[in-house]
Structures are given as C-alpha cells and as structure tokens.
C-alpha cells in the first residue's frame, strides 16, 4: 500500500501571508506543488489543502488532514521578522515528527540554504502550541523556508526553480522519513510505449472531477495504479495518448497517466 502525504499550504485568498520581497501564500503554493509532484514520481499518495490561490483557514487543513489520514503531515510556510534560513517545527515529544524535520533540515543545507534549526514551541497548557501539530492526528512539522523580508533570505527563493528545490528537499526528506526509495522526480513514470502520444494543444491545466482518481504508469487501465489523486486537485497535462475511446493525459509530475473524462480544463 503507497504510503500517504499531507500537504499543508499556508495562507492563501484574502491572507497572503507575510509579504514584502515575496508573497508568502504564493512562494508556499509553488513549494508545495514541487513536493507533491517529486512524491507523486515516486509513488506516494499526497493530498495538499490547496492546489490554487484561495482562502485556506487552518481547521479547514487540520479536518482535511485527519480524514486523509496520511503517514506524515507538513505544513509549508515562508518566514517574516528580519531573520535568516529555514526553521522547522516539530511535535515537543519527538519521535517520528522530529526525525521527519531533521531530514527535511538536512535536505535543506544541501541545496544551501542555512538553518536556524530545529524548534518546538509551547503553550499555556503544555501543549504544542501550533495546531496543525497539535491536533493533526499523524506525526506533523512546519516548515518556514526563508524570510520574505530580508532581502538576502528572500533571493534563496525569489524564482519558481529555486522554490521547486525547496519543495524537492522537503520531498527527498518525507521519502527518507516513511522509508521510500528516492528514485529521482521521474522514477514511476516509465511506461512501455508511447506509441500514439501527441503533445499537440499541451501543456494545459485539469482540474480532478473525481472523488479520487487512479494515476496509471501508462496511458490504459492494463497499466499498473502509481497513486491515487483527489478531487478539486490541479495538475499540469503535458501529452494525450488515445486508448481505444479514452483519452488519457501525461501528467507534468512524473506520476503517470490519468483518464481526462474525469477532468475538466481550468
């Protein structure tokens, strides 16, 4: 069974989160896209609280979270304050939320940028004080990538590349936490014939119909189930493969193929 990923994104809609050399909500969209689509390559189930620009409250992810009740959850953020480098925040008891920070920071340094560390912060009560770790049910972190109002921190991340390598670092430490191969941004995505594939009218962006939606490793249904996708999700078609009367679309991600009946175009 793959195993399943939550992908908080923060802010969004009328909250653009922190803004100033970059806006927030937009640079924690694109970090997360990344994200999902590196695990999606790799065979992992994910499903992000937004796809698109709109209102995003915290119970909203937090409830959309436990029903998806993935293996881990991170939630993706960029910083404000005057600081410098990634921070990430854990469950204050530890265990398998703070071993999914630590090789989240690791990946990090190793695109270069620095760290100020490891955190956990408290409440009143003793308790986490953040509630997308402390009511998420699965072992949950957040992370702040950079700081939006230092001209240096932000120009880590002031293009779409470098705000993929984020989101590919925060994937390479999700696959190393839940134990999954690395098989690089197009592992699964290896079908044995593109026979009949045409990229005329590509790229073009669907939105998921379905309640849920299998990604197949080849444009049919002989072809074996990489993940499965949700409803409401956006993603990038970049070919269209005729299989009999059913049109399948290649995803951008690497994941594979999805059947466009269950689509509409945005």
Same mark, same amino acid.
């Given at each position: 069974m793959a195993k399943k990923v939550f992908l908080g994104v923060g802010h969004g809609g009328s909250d653009p989160g922190a803004v100033k050399y970059l806006k927030e909500a937009d640079v924690n969209l694109q970090m997360a896209l990344a994200c999902r689509d590196y695990l999606q390559a790799n065979g992992v189930e994910v499903k992000m609280s937004r796809t698109k620009d709109e209102n995003d409250p915290l119970t909203e992810e937090i409830a959309e979270c436990n029903a998806?009740?993935? @293996?881990? !959850?991170? @939630?993706i953020?960029?910083?404000?304050?005057g600081g410098d480098g990634f921070e990430v925040y854990h469950y204050h008891?530890?265990?398998?939320?703070?071993? +999914? !920070?630590?090789? =989240?920071?690791?990946?990090?340094?190793?695109?270069? *940028?620095?760290?100020?560390? +490891?955190?956990?912060? +408290?409440?009143? !009560?003793?308790? @986490?004080?953040?509630?997308? =770790?402390?009511?998420?049910?699965a072992p949950s972190i957040i992370c702040e990538g950079v700081f939006v109002d230092n001209a240096a921190d932000a120009a880590q991340a002031d293009t779409v590349a470098e705000q993929n390598k984020f989101g590919v670092?925060? !994937?390479?430490?999700? +696959?190393?936490t839940l134990g999954v191969a690395d098989g690089g941004s197009g592992a699964s995505n290896k079908p044995t014939?593109? *026979?009949?594939?045409s990229t005329g009218g590509c790229p073009y962006v669907v939105r998921i119909k379905a309640d849920e939606l299998n990604v197949r490793t080849g444009p049919g249904m002989n072809y074996p189930i990489n993940v499965k996708i949700h409803k409401g999700?956006?993603?990038?078609?970049?070919?269209?493969?005729?299989?009999g009367s059913t049109t399948w679309g290649k995803l951008k991600s690497g994941a594979g193929y999805i059947g466009l009946g269950y689509t509409e175009r945005v």
């Open positions: 998806f009740n993935p @293996d881990v !959850a991170v @939630d953020h960029n910083n404000a304050g008891g530890g265990g398998t939320s703070k071993t +999914l !920070a630590q090789n =989240i920071e690791t990946q990090v340094k190793a695109i270069g *940028q620095n760290s100020r560390g +490891l955190k956990t912060r +408290l409440n009143s !009560a003793g308790n @986490d004080y953040y509630g997308f =770790i402390r009511s998420i049910k670092a925060y !994937a390479k430490g999700i +696959l190393k014939s593109t *026979q009949g594939e999700e956006a993603y990038t078609i970049v070919a269209e493969s005729k299989n």
